[in-house]
């Protein structure tokens, strides 16, 4: 039974906590990008992804998920977690030594949910297409989902991979770019202007699938069937995913400054009063 | 001195090329990827044999390795192939990232290694590569010197689980070492015994390394030549025992001084048993064009610098 839209509403008020107090207890990490891709894991792991009980590797026979902006690890660990990857207890860990839940997502500590390190930029999606590839080897019929940031979309790699995917008709990938309009330095017209990312990838001879409300679940979860609808018609598929670095926290909203800033005591207080489960909260 | 005989000259990389052809065959989990370069990878036969598992990525050698990552998840076992300064300068931090820090079963596979590359010059000739990959953690680091010893590297290498980078070249060189020789990772190979000096020799150096030991009889030195193919992991045992024995060593490979196989030697010496080294490598500088015998000789990497370091390093055992 997939979880109705008020358990996922509730989910996602759950998973905004971790990710604040997660970044808060060790001062440092990615809360803005994290917040504002909460709803589109939280739909992808609850209601959107095929996935088999347990967890392995090779992921055979299951629809697999990979983050390309590895720096939204809080988020990515949460709903992991959540989801029954590894005891939510563990997030209590992030970014201490001898944890499993380092800075950015890494295979190194076989942390169970995670196929790939990610973290230096653009490489996500090229190893998205492999393993989409192997799949195809495989007769193995589910679909690779990926995230990656819209600065991320700077680095060259991101285009080998774009041009790549549609020449070579991998067609089970549903790769999302989450269009929240900033990166480190300010807004990503300030910084490198990349103009109209669906005229681009269109160009590139992709699919594509707007989202416009990235950060509302129904919204979300009717985006991501048609994008599935749309596979395994010989194009790849892109959904751009518009969403509010930050959303959920009032402070944090509508400006680049939470990027890589972890909240004070009194500001995880208030950001916290901003996002409480009237019927309980469940904090690791 | 034992005798060895050029059964007739061949490129490494056609060894690569058969190698491929062969683990095609009885490896279905094995799939190659190139980056618009089959005729010089030789992949040309592996390509017609097994289409659906060959993948032409074009000329976009980051997103072959992230593709060759990903190919991994599902239990298949990649191959790249491209030039050795394509595989490893340009696609650094994809390797370190995707392939290395995250423990994927890829193959980077290298040709045209070294100066002898040729008339294409230093931007293509890169003598930095062992040294990049050698200091990736978990990475294997094989430099092979003859046809012969590329085949069974290659067919070796599906049977190792990690990430590996496999060196070759593109010149036509004697093929001298039995078709049958077992590949043992790791292992050194000991290709003659003597008492005098150490001679440890890898890729196309191997076989001026022997030639410069029949040279050295004729003077009466007696010189051990031992072929180290795989640099990382390091068979310190032999060189260890070797020095031990002969007192002096000199390295030789294809490669810049810095970071290559003398490198990692000395390193093993200085900690275990200081010893007087003399280094047959490139002197931290970039190649230039002109045939792969005028290169050798101008950068000093052939039987007669071998020879003259021998002497050096003699001169210096106490």
């Known amino acids: 039974m997939k979880p109705n839209t008020q358990q996922l509403n509730d989910l996602i008020i759950q998973v905004r906590r971790d990710i604040l107090r997660m970044v808060h207890a060790v001062n440092s990490g990615h809360p803005g990008g994290s917040l504002g891709c909460t709803e589109f894991l939280v739909a992808l792991y609850q209601n959107i992804m095929e996935r088999k009980e347990g967890w392995d590797m090779d992921g055979i026979g299951e629809d697999l998920f990979f983050l390309s902006n590895g720096h939204i690890s809080p988020v990515f660990y949460s709903v992991l977690a959540r989801s029954g990857y590894f005891p939510v207890s563990e997030l209590g860990t992030f970014r201490l030594l001898n944890s499993r839940l380092q800075g950015h997502p890494t295979t190194h500590d076989h942390l169970p949910g995670v196929r790939i390190a990610s973290g230096s930029l653009g490489q996500g999606l090229s190893v998205a297409l492999g393993a989409a590839q192997a799949k195809k080897l495989n007769n193995d019929k589910h679909i690779v989902y990926t995230l990656h940031g819209d600065g991320e979309l700077q680095e060259g790699q991101n285009w080998e991979a774009i041009m790549y995917a549609s020449a070579k008709g991998v067609d089970n990938i549903i790769a999302t770019v989450d269009l929240n309009g900033k990166q480190i330095d300010g807004t990503t017209d300030e910084v490198l202007c990349m103009g109209s990312l669906r005229a681009k990838f269109e160009a590139f001879d992709w699919e594509v699938v707007e989202i416009t409300n990235g950060n509302d679940i129904e919204a979300i979860i009717g985006g991501m069937a048609e994008a599935k609808a749309r596979t395994g018609k010989g194009k790849p598929v892109c959904v751009l995913l518009h969403t509010e670095m930050g959303n959920g926290v009032d402070y944090m909203m509508h400006s680049h400054a939470w990027h890589g800033k972890a909240p004070n005591d009194e500001q995880l207080a208030n950001a916290l009063g901003q996002n409480y489960n009237t019927g309980g909260n469940s904090d690791y | ?318």
């Open chain 2, 1 to 318: 001195m034992k005798k060895y005989t050029n059964t007739g000259s061949k490129d490494t990389r056609s060894g690569f090329g058969v190698g491929m052809a062969e683990l095609g065959q009885k490896n279905e989990n094995v799939v190659a990827l190139c980056a618009d370069l089959i005729g010089s990878l030789k992949f040309d036969e592996f390509k017609k044999n097994h289409p659906e598992r060959f993948f032409q990525i074009g000329i976009a050698e980051a997103n072959m390795i992230g593709i060759a990552a990903g190919l991994t998840i599902g239990g298949k076992i990649p191959f790249t192939g491209t030039f050795a300064n394509f595989s490893t300068g340009r696609v650094y931090d994809q390797i370190r990232q995707s392939v290395a820090y995250s423990e994927k079963n890829v193959k980077i596979c290298a040709s045209h290694a070294g100066l002898t590359l040729g008339e294409d010059g230093a931007t293509h000739q890169i003598l930095e590569d062992i040294g990049l990959m050698k200091m990736l953690p978990g990475m294997t680091v094989i430099n092979t010197c003859d046809h012969n010893q590329t085949k069974a590297a290659t067919i070796a290498l599906a049977d190792h689980h990690g990430p590996a980078y496999l060196r070759f070249g593109r010149p036509v060189v004697p093929n001298f070492t039995p078709a049958d020789e077992p590949f043992v990772i790791g292992k050194a190979i000991m290709l003659n015994e003597g008492t005098d000096v150490t001679i440890v020799a890898t890729g196309h150096l191997v076989w001026e390394a022997l030639i410069a030991a029949e040279k050295l009889e004729e003077k009466g030195i007696s010189a051990e030549v031992i072929n180290i193919h795989t640099i990382k992991p390091l068979d310190e045992e032999a060189i260890l025992k070797s020095v031990a024995k002969t007192g002096c060593i000199v390295t030789a490979e294809e490669h810049n001084y810095l970071g290559g196989l003398g490198e990692s030697i000395a390193g093993v010496l200085a900690l275990n048993n200081p010893t007087p080294q003399e280094f047959v490598a490139v002197k931290d500088t970039f190649g230039e064009s002109g045939t792969p015998e005028q290169l050798m000789e101008k950068y000093k990497l052939n039987n007669q610098a071998i020879v003259e370091a021998v002497e050096k390093v003699m001169a210096r055992k106490k």
